[in-house]
């Protein structure tokens, strides 16, 4: 089982640049991959960023491309999303996910989410 806990969400003026971490309890944390989803009010949730087990791939929605990085500390079982010149419609709860496979079964987890709205 794996736990995890988002922080630094909060109230933003449009352009700012908050970090958001989502921190694992789990001992095999290089063993997930790890992505940034987020969910508007009204809205499906939608995939913002992903990395691979061990950082050295990174995925990004066209949206927040350019402006949001992904990245983890594996040492201290926490992955990041550094987000830049923040826009109105990035407002949303997100969400930290970790994705592992085994044996051709996946295992799916999610966090509880943190808010984030940018304020114009």
């Known amino acids: 089982q794996v736990q995890l806990v988002e922080s630094g969400g909060g109230l933003v003026q449009a352009g700012g640049s908050p970090r958001l971490s989502c921190a694992a309890s789990?001992?095999?944390?290089?063993?997930?991959?790890m992505g940034w989803f987020r969910q508007a009010p009204g809205k499906e949730r939608e995939f913002v960023a992903g990395?691979?087990?061990?950082?050295?791939?990174?995925y990004y929605a066209d949206s927040v491309k350019g402006r949001f990085t992904i990245s983890r500390d594996n040492a201290k079982n926490t992955v990041y999303l550094q987000m830049n010149g923040l826009k109105p419609e990035d407002t949303a709860v997100y969400y930290c996910?970790?994705?592992?496979?085994?044996?051709?079964?996946?295992?799916?987890?999610w966090g509880q989410g943190t808010q984030v709205t940018v304020s114009s």
């Open positions: 990395i691979s087990r061990g950082g050295s791939n990174t």
């Open positions: 996910n970790a994705v592992r496979v085994t044996f051709g079964v996946q295992s799916d987890y």
């Open positions: 789990v001992r095999t944390f290089s063993s997930y991959a």
